[in-house]
């Protein structure tokens, strides 16, 4: 199974709002509604911050949202802050009981 | 409130084998999933496999089929995960992950554990 594809690094000013991309195929991202964005800063845990595409878990800013097109879902990032910045991975269900994760993407607050 | 509390680091050699272990509190522990994640230094979060906690049916992935093995101990609260022949390269910080939302999100996760292989 290989891994979904998002950019190396996105950047954007405070304020600003950026779209990090996870792109799979018909057989992942494309075929179910199960994927699930995760943000992790240096040398902690990830933090689940969408699942099911587009869902908030309860506490988490309503500055971030999910959604997605064919193969390819986005996570986005209004109003960003400083404390935004971090690793951004995706994940999605592939069948038959398989996960999958994107590559990670930086995000830099400049 | 929900914690996954992993076990310490460890230090392995080469063709050695791990046991990771996971307690769960504050939450029905029969009721959700448990994924394994690991993540080596600098390199992105890769999946292990996961372990239906109520029935103790597994799915890995096949990067580490036949070599890792997910377990649970209900009475303890607790999920095992175990990598067989050890290589330098499973130097990782590995974490467990409860699917607590939705179809496939992991809602809360250990601190992480980390293994060192080496001779």
């Known amino acids: 199974q290989s891994a979904l594809t998002q950019p190396a690094s996105v950047s954007g000013s405070p304020g600003q709002s950026i779209t990090i991309s996870c792109t799979g195929t018909?057989?992942?991202?494309?075929?179910?509604?199960?994927v699930s964005w995760y943000q992790q800063h240096p040398g902690k845990a990830p933090k689940l911050m969408i699942y099911d595409v587009s869902n908030r878990p309860s506490g988490v800013s309503n500055r971030f949202s999910g959604s997605k097109s064919g193969n390819t879902a986005s996570l986005t990032i209004s109003g960003l802050q400083a404390e935004d910045e971090a690793d951004y991975y995706c994940?999605?269900?592939?069948?038959?009981?398989?996960?999958?994760f994107g590559g990670g993407t930086k995000l830099t607050v400049l | 409130q929900v914690q996954l509390v992993q076990s310490g680091a460890e230090v392995k050699k080469p063709g050695a084998s791990v046991k990771v272990s996971c307690k769960a509190s504050?939450?029905?522990?029969?009721?959700?999933?448990m994924h394994w994640v690991r993540q080596a230094p600098g390199q992105r979060l890769q999946w292990m496999g996961w372990i239906n906690v109520g029935s103790g049916n597994t799915k890995y992935s096949q990067k580490f089929q036949g070599r890792v093995t997910i377990t649970r101990d209900t009475p303890a609260s607790t999920v095992y995960m175990e990598l067989s022949s050890l290589r330098s390269e499973d130097t990782a910080v590995y974490y467990c992950?409860?699917?607590?939302?939705?179809?496939?999100?992991?809602?809360?996760w250990g601190q992480g554990t980390l293994v060192t292989v080496s001779s």
């Open positions: 018909s057989s992942d991202v494309g075929r179910y509604n199960y």
């Open positions: 992950a409860r699917a607590g939302a939705g179809a496939a999100g992991n809602d809360y």
């Open positions: 994940s999605s269900y592939t069948g038959s009981s398989f996960v999958v």
């Open positions: 504050g939450y029905t522990f029969t009721s959700y999933a």
